[in-house]
């Protein structure tokens, strides 16, 4: 009787702990501001990307030339700079920023910049046509980055990011592919002969982010359950 009820025990926090494993579809926002935005990637990739401690904090992205031939500076953004296991993948993801004061460029507006991981190696660059915030309806294009596919030439310019979540990528869609890092940029535009400076200064920055970190801590808890039950059931003698 002692047994049977022991293997019960077993079985539901079994069924509980598989139940876990497969609730990973809910995300929650995270704002990144303040002192948080020291913990980002900063690249200045010719310009200067840097935090900035002021009244409040910020993130600045600054170049002397935001032309073809000038600075690109981004902020990114990393599972790991969040204490977040992963960012998902990009049919589930969306971003925005927040401008305490954008300067120059010529009147255009920084862009997010994510990263997916591409199947064969390398990654793949999604580029949003500028805006704080990139959503199902933002237009977007692909760059790739050496991603090793015979797929990596079509730039599908000018596709929302809902169409390029459902648009194949090999035997997988984009959609399906996982976030690697994604950031808010200046620079790289079309600017013609003339060299104009940009600035922006940001001061927030939101992205969801995959409750799978709290899944598999309840996961992680119920199989540690489990294991401190085996050893109290065996020391009392009842598994028998």
């Known amino acids: 009787m002692k047994t049977r009820n022991w293997f019960g025990s ?10 876990l494993i497969g609730f990973t579809s809910n995300a929650s926002a995270t704002v ?36 073809l031939n000038g600075g690109a500076p981004t902020v990114y953004v990393k599972a790991a700079n969040i204490g977040a296991l992963t960012l998902g993948t990009l049919n589930s993801f969306s971003a925005r920023y927040s401008l305490l004061s954008l300067s120059g460029g010529n009147g255009n507006q ?16 999604v580029v949003s046509f500028g805006g704080p915030t990139l959503d199902l309806s933002s237009q977007t294009h692909v760059f790739y980055d050496y991603a090793t596919s015979p797929l ?8 929302t990011l809902a169409q390029l979540d459902g648009t194949a990528y090999g035997t997988t869609t984009f959609g399906q592919l996982g ?8 620079g790289d535009w079309n600017n013609g002969n003339s060299v104009i400076p940009a600035e922006a200064k940001i001061g927030s920055i939101t992205i969801p982010v995959p409750d799978g970190g709290s899944t598999a801590g309840l996961v992680a808890a119920s199989i540690g359950m489990l294991a401190f039950m085996a050893k109290r059931k065996a020391l009392l003698g009842l598994l028998v």
Request: hydrophobic letters at 35%; aromatic letters at 12%; glycine letters at 18%.
């Open 110 to 125: 920084p862009y997010w910049l994510t990263y997916l991981y591409a199947p064969g190696g390398g990654y793949i660059g």
């Open 10 to 19: 077993l079985t539901a926090l079994g069924i509980c702990a598989a139940g």
């Open 32 to 67: 990144i501001s303040g002192a948080d935005l020291s913990g980002l990637t900063y690249r200045d990739n010719g310009g200067v990307s840097q935090f900035v401690v002021g009244s409040p904090d910020y993130a600045l992205l600054s170049t002397a030339d935001s032309g």
């Open 152 to 159: 990596s030439t079509d730039t599908h310019w000018g596709l």
């Open 179 to 186: 976030v690697y890092e994604s950031g808010v940029e200046i």
